[in-house]
Each structure stands twice: as structure tokens, then as C-alpha cells.
């Protein structure tokens, strides 16, 4: 079965830095990765998503994301972050194991200060 | 078109009682998915449904159980109640439940088991 590692449980950050939230996965013989978003008082909502194809995706928000298949690692980026960037996300990976289900990390709490 | 609704958004139950939560995914998604979520535990797969059918189902106690009715919408039900279900409790839903897909999430319900 598949998992996911977050290795961060808290991000503080200062606002315009960059940022890198970490995530690994467990491998697979072909994997479906996700990072969703959590806004205080919401449900998730989808940052990106990586299927197959180029292992740099772009999402939402000035979000990206690299896919390194040798690490097994898909980790989150944005170049200058916003006060507004302050949630909670959750890395995932998809997996049919008898049925389908996604799989969530732990999650990591981007708190970003002015 | 109208996002997944949970309803209802919150809940107070004392130890011992059940509850039945709703969830109405998005008009034509016919997947279903549960997850509970609590600080620091991340979002744990409850179970997934289809087409009235349980595909899946994680390791959660027989307490929990769900089902699907013929218009996609769901219910999950919580019998004997104990202080450790207090949690917030996702919906989620797609298209197909396939693994490629992304997952559209309701705003939650927020039991809370006194």
C-alpha cells in the first residue's frame, strides 16, 4: 500500500521568502500525486497534480511542485509567499487497493509573518 | 454548480449516542469519499462508495459504517459515540473515483463527543 511522509509539521516563514514544504512517498509501479490545500474553517481544495509527463507541474496560487521519482519525493515550492499563503497542506497519493482511495500525509502548517 | 454540501456543519453529542452525518457531492460525481480528520493525526480514509456500492473501507471500527443512495448522496453514521470520534469529519467526491482524478471536498461537519 502506499503512504506518505510530510516531513514538516510547521513552516514559519516570513512574508515574500521562498518556501519548500517537503513530502515523500512510498514507491510504486505508477503513482498519481496531489497536494490540496486547507484554508482555517474549509474543506481541501486542490493545489496540483502530477500524472505522468513533465516532472515540474504548476498549480494554483503561484504553486509548484517536482516530481523526482529516484528520491520519491514531491516536493512543494512557491518563490515569494503571501500572508494569505497561511493554511494547511496535505500532500497525497492515489491507490487502488482493492478499491480506490487517496492517501494523505500528515500534513504541514505554513504560517507566514509580515 | 453547487460544491459538495455537509451538512450539518456542526454537532454536539454526549458519550454513548450515534449520529448520522450527509454528505451531497457535486451533480454527475457518483464516488464518494469519507475521512476524518483530527490535529496531527492528518486526514484518515474512512470509506469510499460508488454507485451505491463500498469500494473500500480503512481501518476504522465497525462503529463506523455508510452508505450511498441512488442520487450519489451519502450518509455516515457513528454508533456508540466515545470521546475520540470527536474529529472533523470531510466528504469528499469525483467524477469516477478513479486514481488520476482529483477529489472536491465539502466543508466538513465538526463533531464534538462530550
Known amino acids: 500500500a502506499q503512504s506518505v511522509t510530510q516531513l514538516d509539521s510547521q513552516v514559519p516563514v516570513f512574508e515574500e521568502a521562498p518556501v519548500e514544504l517537503r513530502c515523500n512517498y512510498s514507491s510504486s509501479v505508477s503513482v498519481y500525486l496531489f497536494w490540496y490545500v486547507q484554508y482555517p474553517n474549509q474543506g481541501l481544495q486542490l493545489l496540483l497534480k502530477?500524472?505522468?509527463?513533465?516532472?515540474l507541474v504548476k498549480g494554483i496560487n503561484g504553486f509548484e511542485a517536482e516530481f523526482n521519482k529516484s528520491q520519491t519525493s514531491f516536493h512543494l515550492r512557491k518563490p515569494s509567499v503571501h500572508i494569505s499563503d497561511t493554511a494547511e497542506y496535505f500532500c497525497?497519493?492515489?491507490?487502488?487497493?482493492?478499491?480506490?482511495?487517496?492517501?494523505f500525509g500528515a500534513g504541514t502548517r505554513l504560517f507566514v509573518k509580515a | 454548480k453547487a460544491g459538495v454540501t455537509q451538512t450539518p456543519r456542526y454537532l454536539i453529542k454526549t458519550r454513548g449516542q450515534q449520529v448520522t452525518l450527509s454528505c451531497s457531492p457535486i451533480s454527475g460525481h457518483r464516488s464518494v469519499s469519507w475521512y476524518q480528520q483530527t490535529p496531527g493525526q492528518g486526514l484518515q480514509f474512512l470509506f469510499e462508495y460508488f454507485s451505491e456500492t463500498q469500494r473500500n473501507k480503512g481501518n476504522f471500527p465497525g462503529r463506523f459504517s455508510g452508505r450511498q443512495f441512488s442520487n450519489s448522496r451519502s450518509e455516515m453514521n457513528v454508533s456508540t459515540l466515545e470521546l475520540g470520534d470527536s474529529a472533523l469529519y470531510l466528504c469528499a467526491s469525483s467524477r469516477q473515483g478513479s486514481t488520476n482524478e482529483k477529489l472536491f471536498f465539502g466543508s466538513g461537519t465538526q463533531l464534538s463527543v462530550l
Open positions: 497525497a497519493v492515489s491507490d487502488w487497493a482493492g478499491g480506490f482511495k487517496t492517501i
Open positions: 502530477y500524472l505522468s509527463g513533465s516532472t
